[in-house]
């Protein structure tokens, strides 16, 4: 494919190893294969960045299922087209994490932090969905605080001032290491095969840009195959693991020594969905969550959210 | 007294003055706001401006009757106002205390103004990390933040109305023998209050500006949290709704003071 | 160019501040204006030098202006009204810049304005250098300098102290004797007034009336510091304003 | 003269003046300084403060080394201070403009002093959704958020100058028969100068502030978005030096304020 | 209770304001200082009353004041210097209230002073009411009000127009009349000097010197607006400072 004939895009990205499918994609050149000219945007957080989407200042992004993508959504500005990071049992997932005050009081596992209190960002974050669904298998209730920044939370989490949390493993481990927090069970024991993150486009793209967005994601199961086999799966060898590390250093972590970053990125390794598949029973699922806490209006739909159509 | 000339040309003085003296039309201020209101709702509804861009006017204010006939208005405004009170209290109470002490005394001017100097160009979202550990989350927190924002300005007034006390009625003071405090009482404090309260329309306008920034910290109610809710759900109305209120309550607290002023200093010219 | 006050009258709302004014102001002279503070004396010569317009009566120009002035009707303020962000020359210039005058013109002009009040050395100094009577002679070069048909001074000298306004007073004595011009003199100070004045226009309290106009018949060159007659005419015009200058001080202001 | 009685007791006139009067005193603050960071060195080290409550200030020093060293340093502060020009730029000469003519037209005061006064206590964090629809994600919306934040005081600021402009210089101005225009350029403008200075001040350690609010709107380098991000990976060091650049720009944009007034108004008392 | 100035020098910095003042200040009359602008009169009289301290020279109390004196060296000051926030009863109970009165006692030399200077009426009053020769008439009233031994006043008719100081002039003379107090009175205005005062001192240029001491032998009560004597005094003095004066005025301040 001749440069000239490349298609420009925008990508949205965050500096966090979840994002690295992306990064691989671009690093080893498939976005190229592809014909798609790609440009990083890099955002300090995941609500701006689906905001840049419906504005169309970011044409592809990955970020969780939250109230903001779905009320953007439900203005016909974004679709979810693909699936992005996942849970697994079989591999290290998401933590739920106490206080070691908490952990003190006897909280050893998430069936004893009734009445307690969980971290979240905000309402109709990912981290709300994780708590609520996790109070609802075990039968008890815990209340929200909001914080805003993932900052804020550590802080209070480390000084005792909320109970529990949960978070990628990559930020839940080197916390667990300092002895401030404590890891007591993994996202993936009470919510199966549940679909993290979600790449997204506008609605406009979706529907009129196919050839576009069908390129895209498949350089971004190219790319997510690489993580996936040299990271997650450990199929690779260690050789392309280490480089891998490397690759991903390039973009998370950067103002720190590789030694340093390389323990954070092999931590931050979580499955990224093959062939960019959707779980689609997930987000249903999900969806049905904010829509009884009222987070977002009722009128939604799975269709409004997800152009079923590339879902395979 | 010699005499005019009455054959001469004749002509009345050329008026050349007026002008340059603002004068009242309250309306037009009504007529601005109608107008820019009706062009967004005229514009939202026929999908000249999307709706993306801004919510419906008329969706706006439906929200905010919703808000206010479900009760929530009142359990979001009421926290709101008390971490106004309370932060507000301690930042401008601190503040005008330290204020007249570096008004006052040298060694105290030379130790701290270049303290609050370095202070003042920090925002105050930076620090909200280390807050929750120093406050922790609750309303101990926001309460400090808002004192923390509205202590600097409030300093900076302080000691510039106390500079500005006009140093003749101080001179007067002593010429009479009265005692320091005296002086510092009865002349410095009501010499530098106007300064102060102008100050204090500033430290007002700042700390309803960081409700928002405060109650990014643990906050479930107030008009602050209200807001980054509906932010984060890209809720347009709601956050309008949010907006509209803080510039509401903006406004009022410029009444008040208005209305302290006229009280306070009646005596000015 | 004379001028004539025909029955002018003036209100600010319901406050009515000068009545029933009827008055002739003859080339080459100066007339005095004096009364008692707030009887409408500023307000007077505002009406004169076209800055406000009378409510009633009507305020002519008899006859045409020289055509060399610039600025036929031209004030000297109390407060002297300089410019404190431009120098000596160019508060002068600044009267001049709208006239579109060749600048060699303008340099002339301001040059021959400094000479005759004495202020050439300080053409470069600003305002803040100067002391109050510096000021006014700055405010009076300028006035000079748009050669004015009739000069409107508002207590030029009040914001003097008693020394600087002894000297002003010769600087402006020796101004006209060398070239008459015609003034309104609004002052308090019944000193200046028969040290200035050809005629002295006495107002009653507000609303402003014409009590009484005394003409001085000394020429201005001859008048000196306690000259008897002077002191005579003075005292008489005290005695007229006493009772009234009283009342206006016990008044309470309302703001 | 009479006489004066010479056996009478003696004494001299007692002093009861002086004070009041603020002295020089630079090296207190630096001893301030210099004492605060001492102590907290101190209590860092012993861990009389914990480490979750303040850095130790020897590590926040020399991670600025490393910062400069990588010569990231001017990768991050390069960029935020052209943000700062430009949204400072634009916001002050919009503001200073409107301001300008709110101050010498009753009818654009009476429509527009109202919307400034509602928008003033509106926080540009609330509005940053807005921001990303409005102006993209690219410099113009970081450019639209600073610019947003310096132009209400601004205005503020410029039509308070322009009514404190010594009315008897206009009505001098007119006695000259000086046309309008001349009047407004040569004494409206020049007389609210030091008005529009002291207002620039404040929009200016606004712009700082708001430095990091805007670059929450994806920014990969920038002081602010350095300080973000050490917030959300609560590093304590790299936010007291993120903070502390913010703190010194402060200090130095003020300085230079300073030297422009010395300049400019020079001819002030 | 009398004052000695021995040897007065005074220095700000590298300025010399005053140099080598000899004065005496016999109690019961009043000393008029007068002399250029910038000469050190203000700083005199603020060395006087112990509001700054002489670099050289001392300034001696000769005799104790008398006991029912609440603060023996009191000053009237040019700008009033009332508090604009109390009113014109506050003012004066403001000097009272440091000395643990009987509240009586307080409301009784109110009372007494209000009528001297023929306030009564306007006791609620704020300043920002009254006109400029009342807001002195209270300064005077409240400078009375704690008995001074010795009146210091620096230029108190100065800010005022000519009518008032007349009036203001007339009640000062009333009030000496009916009970001499001593003073030392610093003014600009030689007419104010030769009428009130008992002997003037004419100061020189800066660094101030004493150059000459006239004494006025009229009795207060009986000079009057253009009394002949008093007219060549006044002339005496001024051909004395003329020259001084215009230099003085034509100096360049830097600000
Ligand atoms: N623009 C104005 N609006 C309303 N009232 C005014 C205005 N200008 C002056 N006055 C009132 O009109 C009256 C006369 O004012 P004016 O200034 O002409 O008096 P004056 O004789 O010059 O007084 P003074 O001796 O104090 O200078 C005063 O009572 C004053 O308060
Ligand atoms: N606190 C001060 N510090 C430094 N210089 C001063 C101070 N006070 C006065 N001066 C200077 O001392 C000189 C004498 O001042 P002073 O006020 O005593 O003169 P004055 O005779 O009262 O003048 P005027 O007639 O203008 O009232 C002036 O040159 C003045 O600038
Ligand atoms: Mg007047
Ligand atoms: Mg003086």
């Known amino acids: 494919t001749s440069y000239a004939a490349d298609t420009k895009i925008n990508v949205g990205a965050l500096r966090f190893t979840s994002h690295a499918a992306s990064f691989v994609a671009f690093e080893r050149g498939y976005f190229k294969d592809e014909g798609l000219d790609v440009e990083f945007k890099f955002f300090q957080a995941a609500q701006p960045m689906a905001v840049a989407v419906a504005s169309k200042d970011v044409d592809y992004a990955v970020t969780a299922i939250s109230g903001g993508l779905i009320s953007l959504a439900e203005k016909g500005a974004a679709k979810v087209i693909g699936g992005a990071l996942m849970e697994d049992p079989a591999i290290d997932g998401q933590k739920i994490l106490v206080s070691d005050a908490a952990f003190k009081d006897g909280m050893t596992e998430p069936s004893k932090l009734d009445g307690r209190s969980f971290a979240m960002t905000q309402s109709g974050s990912s981290f709300h969905y994780m708590g609520a669904k996790i109070a609802a298998k075990e039968g008890i209730a815990v209340s929200f605080k909001p914080l805003q920044k993932v900052g804020a939370i550590i802080g209070a989490l480390k000084s005792g001032q909320v109970d529990a949390w949960s978070i990628v493993p990559h930020i839940a481990k080197p916390l667990d290491g300092s002895g401030a927090v404590h890891i007591i069970g993994n996202v993936a024991d009470y919510i199966p095969d549940y679909q993290v993150t979600v790449v997204f486009t506008s609605a406009d793209?979706?529907?009129?840009?196919?050839?576009?967005?069908?390129a895209f994601l498949r350089a971004f199961s190219k790319g997510a195959d690489d993580f996936n086999a040299a990271l997650v799966d450990k199929t690779a060898g260690d050789e392309a693991a280490e480089e891998m590390?490397?690759?991903?250093?390039?973009?998370?972590?950067?103002?720190?020594p590789y030694e340093k970053a390389a323990p954070s990125i092999r931590n931050g390794a979580m499955r990224i969905s093959p062939n960019a598949a959707?779980?689609?029973?997930?987000?249903?699922?999900?969806?049905d969550w904010f829509k009884s806490e009222k987070l977002v209006k009722d009128s939604v739909t799975i269709d409004t959210l997800v152009d079923s159509s590339y879902a395979n | 007294m010699s005499e005019i000339r009455q054959d001469s040309t004749r002509k009345t003085v050329d008026f050349r003055g007026g002008g340059f003296a603002p004068q009242s039309r309250k309306w037009v201020g009504i007529v601005v706001f109608v107008v820019l209101i009706g062009f967004i709702e005229l514009g939202t509804r026929t999908g000249f401006i999307t709706n993306l861009t801004l919510p419906i006017p008329s969706d706006v204010f439906a929200t905010f009757v919703d808000l206010w006939q479900s009760g929530l208005l009142w359990k979001h405004l009421l926290p709101s106002i008390m971490r106004l009170i309370v932060g507000a209290s301690i930042g401008v109470s601190l503040g005008i205390g330290i204020g007249i002490l570096i008004g006052l005394f040298s060694l105290?001017?030379?130790g701290l103004v270049p303290l609050v100097a370095a202070i003042f160009p920090i925002p105050k979202i930076a620090l909200l990390p280390l807050f929750v550990i120093w406050f922790g989350i609750d309303e101990t927190s926001k309460y400090a933040l808002i004192a923390f924002g509205t202590f600097t300005p409030t300093v900076v007034a302080t000691y510039g109305a106390v500079d500005n006390v006009d140093r003749s009625l101080i001179r007067m003071g002593q010429s009479f023998s009265l005692s320091w405090f005296s002086i510092v009482r009865k002349i410095v404090l009501p010499g530098a209050m106007p300064g102060i309260l102008s100050g204090l329309r500033i430290s007002l306008a700042i700390a309803i500006i960081l409700l928002v920034a405060a109650e990014m910290l643990g906050a479930e109610f107030g008009i602050g949290a209200y807001i980054l809710e509906a932010g984060s759900l890209y809720d347009l109305e709601r956050l309008f709704v949010g907006v509209t209120i803080l510039s509401i309550l903006g406004v009022f607290v410029s009444l008040g003071i208005g209305v302290i002023e006229k009280r306070l200093l009646n005596w000015r010219v | 160019m004379d001028l004539r006050l025909e029955a002018v009258g003036h209100h600010y709302g319901d406050l009515e501040v000068l009545s029933e004014i009827d008055l002739a102001i003859p080339a080459g002279k100066i007339v005095c204006i004096v009364g008692p503070s707030g009887c409408g004396k500023s307000t007077l010569l505002r009406l004169i030098g076209g800055l406000e317009q009378p409510t009633?009566?009507?305020?002519?120009?008899?006859?045409t202006p020289p055509t060399d002035s610039i600025n036929p009707l031209t004030y000297v303020f109390q407060d002297f009204a300089l410019l404190p962000w431009r120098t000596v020359e160019g508060n002068i210039s600044l009267v001049l810049e709208d006239h579109r005058m060749p600048s060699a013109r303008v340099t002339e002009i301001i040059a021959n304005v400094l000479a005759r009040t004495k202020l050439t050395e300080f053409a470069k100094a600003y305002p803040k250098q100067l002391s109050g009577g510096m000021k006014q002679r700055v405010a009076i070069a300028r006035a000079l300098a748009v050669k004015p048909a009739i000069l409107l001074m508002d207590e030029p000298l009040s914001a003097l102290d008693s020394q600087t306004r002894e000297l002003l007073m010769d600087d402006l004595v020796g101004l006209w004797t060398r070239d008459p011009f015609t003034s309104v003199y609004v002052t308090h100070n019944l000193n200046e007034a028969v040290r200035l004045g050809h005629s002295i226009v006495v107002l009653s309290r507000r609303p402003g009336r014409i009590r009484e106009i005394v003409d001085v018949t000394i020429p201005l060159g001859e008048r000196e510091l306690g000259d008897p007659e002077l002191e005579r005419q003075q005292k008489h015009l005290w005695n007229l304003m006493r009772d009234e200058a009283l009342a206006a001080d016990k008044e309470l202001l309302n703001v």
């Open chain 1, 205 to 214: 793209k979706a529907a009129n840009d196919r050839d576009t967005s069908l």
């Open chain 1, 245 to 256: 590390v490397k690759l991903v250093h390039k973009y998370v972590y950067t103002d720190r």
């Open chain 1, 278 to 287: 959707l779980n689609t029973a997930s987000v249903q699922d999900q969806l």
């Open chain 2, 108 to 110: 105290i001017r030379a």
């Open chain 3, 56 to 63: 009633t009566g009507q305020i002519v120009q008899i006859g």
